[in-house]
């Protein structure tokens, strides 16, 4: 499974387990650029903070930051392309 498909599939489960995967699927992209490296933090914390609301029982909220994590995600992918 591609890199970003198993991300995407760890935001879809939005699972406490699904943070440290998502850190060692990222690692290897790490400090390649600042940009990069950027944008890594930014999908990790929009993670993060999907896995907390949904672990707290928020299912409100779900959706809108799913959505905000895939749209990171998509930007990521998109970056981790153009530096390869």
Known sequence: MDCFQRLEALVDSAD???I???NTLLRRFKGRSQV???AI???MLDFKTLVFVVESGEQGFRKSLGKLARARLSKLQHLVNVAA
């Open 16 to 18: 406490i387990n699904g």
């Open 20 to 22: 440290e995967e998502a």
């Open 36 to 38: 990069l490296t950027a």
């Open 41 to 43: 933090d930014e999908f």
